[in-house]
């Protein structure tokens, strides 16, 4: 064996999707662009992969990370899915400019998905270009990265290569590829794409293929796809209320982009509130609000009914007795979505033990909050300091139009946190670990993305991945990127960028 024959990334793949029938994905390659560069390179997550950072990132690895070179043991291949996009169902979408290499089994023993997106066009691209412009590449690198430090389930960012090559969109940007991770990418709308043709064997091939990748443990279950409708909206429920407490608005909430291994998935309009406004609305293409911050529950809700719906083939023999099964699965989302919303909550607050009035508490503070123009997460952060110490109190009511309000509500909150036994070094540790300092604020992500894209500079995207890999920290040295933003840097509108 000589040296120049072997290939030098070696990525151990093993891809289970691959051996599904046929019809469940179009084998295609990436297609190769001009000039590789390497933006950025995972390397503590390559390594969580048992892949070789510096193979990655050597000539050979970069282009693979372009899709200029496919590597030994890939299997290329776009999934085939289909989706509501704002409630009209599409019976067929699919990766439109993504294609899946293969799945690697981590340290961990868990198996990802390494996927190349913006790689080209596929079988599903319909009119679409298969790329990907610069900017929103950096926004799901920055984002994704936030939520795995928050402790956020998400899909990660392996790497960000620059293409050499324009994209057309309303102007001429620089292309790049984004390399993802998933614990999978099978979504709501992959089940649906079997539905929709009727074709209950691939249902069942999928919904079998999920429980063993994603649910092992349902797999003994008297009805195993009942069970499998129950964890997915656990999953789903318990997602969405992680999503409300930090002050996340995903933007397109489509059933494609829900994963069906719960994890937050296609990072395209998202933004982070910074004033909290429970109707706030980010996305360019969102203009009825339907997928506004606190209609997140409603319409998680929404697509895992349509996700139940998909499984009533295998649910029962009876259609009856199937319906009934979906129906009593969806009625699940509800409880568990409100109890982990609940807790979360709670934990911001410091409060240890569980009260009926607590909900109230917090629904007050923040329609306080709504009314008074407060940062949400400025506002949960210095809640932290004013556990221990009243002269916190001075910052929090400088963040509202009239501090009346929230004074009356320090005054109720104390009262409850006098009921509490747990000491207050324990209580400010719960609260600090619940309450991040620091998140991607639009501002922030927009600085990063018009320096890369105008000037080629990446300093800004290397600093505000490095600040925000720690957002439970206190980093004195980087307040400005804590701090709101200013009334000019107000971002109010997030754009798709596909
Ligand atoms: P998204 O809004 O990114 O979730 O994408 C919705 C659908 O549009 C998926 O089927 C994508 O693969 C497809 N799509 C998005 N952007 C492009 C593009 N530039 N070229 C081809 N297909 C795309
Ligand atoms: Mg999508």
């Not at 009511?397 to 509500?409: C, V």
């Amino acid at each position: 064996m000589t040296a120049q024959l072997e290939a030098i990334v070696q990525f151990g793949f093993d891809n289970s999707y691959a051996r599904l029938p046929d019809r469940f994905f179009a084998r295609v390659a990436p297609t190769p662009v001009a000039e590789p560069r390497l933006i950025k390179l995972n390397e503590v997550l390559a390594r969580q992969l048992g892949l070789d950072p510096a193979q990655l990132a050597s000539p050979e690895g970069v282009e693979v990370l372009a899709g200029n070179r496919v590597p030994e043991g890939a299997s290329p291949l776009a999934q085939a899915y289909a989706g509501h996009q704002f409630a009209n169902f599409v019976p067929q979408l699919g990766d439109g400019r993504a294609v899946l290499l293969g799945e690697v089994v981590d340290r961990d023993g868990q198996r990802r998905d390494i996927q190349l997106k913006g790689s080209g066009p596929t079988p599903f691209s319909r009119r679409g270009d298969g790329r990907a412009a610069l900017g929103p590449v950096l926004r799901e690198y920055i984002v994704s990265e936030a939520f795995a430090a928050l402790g956020i389930p998400a899909t990660r960012a392996l790497a960000a290569v620059t293409t050499g090559e324009a994209v057309a969109r309303e102007t001429m940007l620089p292309g790049a590829v984004f390399t993802r991770v998933a614990a999978s990418h099978v979504r709501v709308g992959t089940f649906q794409y079997f539905a929709a043709r009727s074709d209950v064997e691939g249902l069942r091939a999928l919904g079998d293929y999920v429980i063993e990748r994603h649910y092992p443990e349902v797999a003994t279950a008297a009805n195993r796809y009942r069970a499998l409708l129950d964890a997915v909206i656990a999953r789903q429920a318990k997602l969405i209320a992680r999503w409300l407490n930090v002050g996340f608005i995903h933007g397109v909430m489509n059933t494609d982009n829900v994963s069906i291994a719960g994890e937050t998935i296609d990072f395209g309009p998202c933004a982070f509130m910074d004033t909290f406004d429970p109707g706030q609305v980010y996305s360019s293409i969102d203009h009825r609000g339907r997928y506004a911050y606190a209609n997140q529950p409603g319409i998680a809700g929404w697509n895992l009914a349509r996700f139940a719906e998909t499984l009533i083939p295998l649910l029962a023999e009876e259609k009856d007795a199937a319906v009934a099964e979906a129906q009593a699965g969806i009625n699940t989302f509800g409880g568990t979505f409100e109890a982990a919303y609940r807790a979360g909550q709670r934990a911001k607050l410091g409060l240890m033990t569980e009260r009926a009035e607590d909900s109230a508490l917090a629904d007050d503070l923040l329609g306080t909050m709504a009314r008074g123009g407060a940062d949400f997460t400025l506002l949960f952060r210095a809640l932290c300091a004013a556990a221990r110490d009243t002269s916190a109190d001075l910052a929090i009511r400088g963040m509202f139009i009239d501090p009346a309000e929230i004074e009356a509500w320090l005054v109720r909150w104390r009262q409850r946190l006098g009921d509490e036994d747990g000491d207050a070094a324990a209580r400010a540790a719960m609260m600090r670990g619940a309450n991040p300092a620091f998140i991607p604020r639009n501002h922030l992500v927009e600085e990063v993305i018009v320096a890369a894209v105008n000037d080629a500079d990446f300093a800004p995207f290397e600093k505000l991945l490095a600040v925000t890999a720690r957002p439970y920290d206190d980093q004195p040295e980087n307040a400005r990127y804590a701090a709101g933003p200013k009334p000019e840097q107000i971002v109010r509108q997030t754009f798709c960028g596909t």
